[in-house]
């Protein structure tokens, strides 16, 4: 038993550093130019031990952005107080600049994926779906509490903030000695607010 436990934290622990070097490597190159072999060989494994883990480069994705789902989520909550869900928002941006490899893999892909055919295009579909409910959802508590300035429109306001934290990582990956994501997110939302966004 003791046996199968550790074989099952070995597996674990190579499928993480698959996906690892998948990360860095389609955020270098993108999706589409890495082949199997590539990200094979940049783990440091054979073609045939990264197909034991993933059976294809398309589920090696779908496990990536799973795994990133997840992590968001245990980030962002929701809870019952939209100020402290606003403040996770920009928690997460501040978490972001300390994984830049998996931002730039989420830029180059959120730009391939404008493709229908793209593996990942239903996943960014779905995702920004996803984001801009999660934050109408938060305004529209905000403004029941009437924590929001006069007359702002939370779904305009919803994506204009889902636009502002994508352009942000970009000009961050470029700059990020001069780009502050967290800071100027917190900036943007602390405009829509009548009180103090707590830190």
């Known amino acids: 038993m003791a046996g199968e436990r550790g074989a099952y934290a070995r597996g674990r622990a190579r499928r993480d550093e698959i996906m690892a070097g998948a990360v860095e490597l389609f955020g270098r190159i993108g999706y589409r130019n890495a082949t199997t072999l590539d990200i094979a060989t940049h783990v440091g494994i054979s073609r045939t031990g ?24 245990e980030r962002l909550g929701p809870t019952d107080d939209p100020l402290t869900d606003l403040g996770n928002i920009v928690a997460l941006a501040r978490h972001n600049a300390g994984i830049p490899d998996l931002v730039s893999l989420f830029a180059v892909l959120s730009a391939e994926a404008g493709d229908p055919a793209h593996a990942a295009h239903d996943y960014f579909v779905l995702r920004y779906e996803r984001a801009r409910a999660s934050i109408v959802g938060i305004l529209a508590r905000a403004h029941e509490a ?41 900036a943007a939302l602390q405009k829509l607010l009548v009180v103090p966004l707590p830190d």
């Open 50 to 73: 990264l197909l034991h883990h993933f059976p294809s480069k398309e589920a090696l994705l779908k496990a990536i952005l799973a795994k990133r789902d997840v992590e968001d989520l």
């Open 146 to 186: 009437g924590l929001l300035v006069a007359g702002v429109d939370v779904d305009r306001e919803a994506r204009a903030l889902v636009a502002l934290m994508d352009g942000l990582q970009v000009q961050w990956l470029l700059a990020p000695d001069t780009v502050d994501m967290a800071a100027d997110l917190r």
